[in-house]
């Protein structure tokens, strides 16, 4: 199994194998279907909407990609992400899992 020392967000679906994320074979990052079967884009981006000044900066629906920012640029369960938005912005993500 891959590195998992202190990464837990996904140890519910360990016991099920690696394929069960990893759909295109497990040196390859989950494709956003595998990451979809479990989470809802149009409920993550919901619970992530910003209000006022901040209202583009949702990181499910965004400004530049809507809806489909590729999950894996943002979240990794066996590496620490940062939000792709980071990269040029400094919005403030406290609740981002890396």
Request: glycine share 8%; with cysteine.
């Amino acid at each position: 199994m891959g590195v998992k020392d202190g990464r837990s967000f996904h140890e519910m679906n360990y016991e099920s194998g690696c394929d069960s994320c990893h759909d295109n074979g497990i040196r390859v990052r989950p494709s956003d279907d595998a990451c979809e079967a479990c989470h809802d884009v149009d409920d993550l981006a919901e619970a992530t909407t910003r209000e006022g000044e901040e209202a583009l900066q949702n990181p499910h629906d965004n400004l530049h990609y809507g809806k489909e920012t590729p999950c894996t640029e943002c979240h990794g369960e066996h590496e620490a992400k940062a939000p792709l938005c980071s990269e040029c912005h400094t919005f403030k993500f406290d609740a981002h899992k890396r």
